[in-house]
């Protein structure tokens, strides 16, 4: 009986392990560029991540191609001129929470997470310092959080045509709901 | 031997359910992304290659205000600047119905017409789950001539009017090159002598090349069946046309060389009578400007 009992532990414990994972796949990313003369946007609706609460390791991937615009044409522009998403189809970041001792997935709550790491864009990476929360309600754990990313540090170039219409400093907005698997 | 296996498929089954490390990263975006079908952009950079359509359409709802100019001829020397003093105009309202239909309305000067098209893009360059290795479209155009008629008799209505289909065939071959092939059908309903065919068959290639992100060199040319034909009176030529793209924020600018004047299939396919070895070349510039209405 004993033995059952251990046996059935051993069994369950890859199930235990594996359920600290958290998942997300369908994570919205948008970002904003704003100037007096246009206000731009574009939303991708694909992003997946892992986040794992017993390390704090946290990773996300989404396709360039996914973000959608209102504009056709300026989505092609995005594309094939500034991405360059055929050469460079993806963009990802890696990093990990580093308050962690601050966050308790068990209780709900909105917690403030520190998380660095790198944000890989355009084939550059780069180290990335974000400040966002981590909100908790039961089994669902979401995760938000606001950053500037400046397109030439990523080596986009931006003509001098369209310069006046495209922010030096673009606002990048995170929302992932993630949930254990 | 029950509980061994039993044991390994506890060991076995999370794996297959749940992602075991951030490298499932990658597998989960594809799961994600759906049907992994990439769809070829950009195949050109606009509707139309220089004078004759490209396999492009406007996606839906947006709408293009296209401005093209035709200068005389160059060998009209010093006293016409060269062609400069001459303003052949065409201009057009193009719009996107559908991601796969648009439609355009317009007027130029060449023999006072009015013109409309309706485009259907049917297939479309694709890789990955669905797999096309070229764009296909297909354009139909009716012209409506309006010139004042200073000849016996009356002209019907029907006589003023000329169709043009042509399948648009397209390749991107990769970033910096694409192909397009067009099987032409003209149909003239009235023209002027025995020795303007009603029926004209022409076979056209256009091609871009693209040099930096923001200009391609465009070349275009309709070989024109039959061989020997005339517009009243005076010799036809193939038309030739060679351009450069220049591409701004809502704007493609396209300028260019050709020894056709008309702006419209039916005008340039059948009626080019520039003679280019012996000066007969136009310049030109077409002006694009992207709206989106949504």
Redesign the interface.
């Known amino acids: 009986m004993v033995a059952r009992t251990i ?1 059935m532990i051993i ?1 369950a414990l ?2 235990m ?3 600290q ?1 958290l ?1 997300s ?2 994570g919205h990313i948008w970002f904003y560029s704003h100037t007096p003369i246009e206000d731009i946007e574009a939303h991708n609706r ?5 986040l794992e609460p017993a390390t704090g ?1 946290i ?5 360039i ?2 973000f959608e615009f ?4 300026m989505q ?2 995005f ?3 500034f991405m360059e998403s ?1 050469k460079y189809p ?1 963009s ?1 970041f ?1 990093g990990k929470i580093t308050n962690l001792d601050k966050i308790d997935f068990k209780k709900d709550g909105t917690y403030t997470a520190e998380v660095a790491g790198n944000l890989t864009i355009h084939n550059v990476t780069r180290p990335l310092k974000v400040t966002g929360t981590i909100e908790v309600r039961g089994n669902l754990v979401t995760a938000r959080a606001k950053f500037i990313a400046t397109p030439q540090e990523y080596n986009i ?1 931006i ?1 001098a ?2 310069e006046k ?1 495209i922010a030096k400093e673009i606002e990048v907005t995170v929302e992932m709901p993630y949930s254990s ?1 | 031997m029950r509980l061994t296996g039993k044991i390994l498929l506890h060991a076995i089954l999370p794996l297959l359910f749940l992602p075991a490390n951030a490298q499932d990263l990658d597998k989960m975006l594809e799961e994600a992304v759906g049907s992994a079908t990439e769809y070829t952009m950009a195949t050109f950079k606009s509707t139309r290659i220089i004078n004759g359509h490209s396999i492009e359409r406007t996606p839906a709802s947006q709408l293009d205000f296209r401005i093209s100019h035709r200068f005389g001829q160059l060998n009209t020397g010093a006293y016409n600047l060269w062609g400069l003093d001459q303003a052949n105009i065409h201009f057009s309202l193009e719009y996107g119905i559908t991601n796969w239909l648009m439609v355009g309305v317009g007027r130029g000067t060449y023999e006072k017409t009015y013109d409309g098209f309706a485009k259907f893009s049917l297939l479309r360059q694709s890789k990955g789950e669905r797999n096309m290795p070229f764009s296909l479209s297909l354009l139909t155009c009716a012209t409506y001539n309006t010139l004042k008629w200073n000849q016996e008799g009356s002209l019907k209505k029907w006589d003023r009017m000329s169709y043009v289909t042509q399948l648009l065939i397209a390749r991107k071959f990769n970033e910096w090159f694409s192909l397009e092939i067009n099987p032409t059908y003209v149909h003239r309903n009235l023209v002027a002598t025995g020795n303007d065919p009603n029926d004209l068959f022409a076979l056209g290639a256009g091609m871009r090349v693209k040099v930096s992100k923001r200009v391609a060199l465009m070349a275009e040319y309709y070989y024109v069946t039959p061989r020997q034909h005339d517009y009243q009176g005076a010799d036809t030529f193939d038309p030739l046309a060679i351009g450069v793209d220049i591409e701004t924020g809502g704007h493609v600018f396209n300028i260019m060389l050709t020894n056709s004047l008309a702006m419209i299939e039916k005008g340039f396919i059948g009626e080019t009578t520039g003679n280019i070895a012996d000066g007969g070349i136009h310049l030109g510039f077409n002006i694009l400007r992207v709206f989106t209405l949504k």
């Open positions: 046996l069994l890859p199930y392990a594996f359920s994972k998942v796949r369908n694909q992003v997946v991540s892992i390791d990773a996300f991937n989404l396709l191609r996914s209102r504009k056709a044409l092609e522009h594309n094939e001129n055929d993806k990802t890696e170039t003509p045509v369209v219409n698997n």
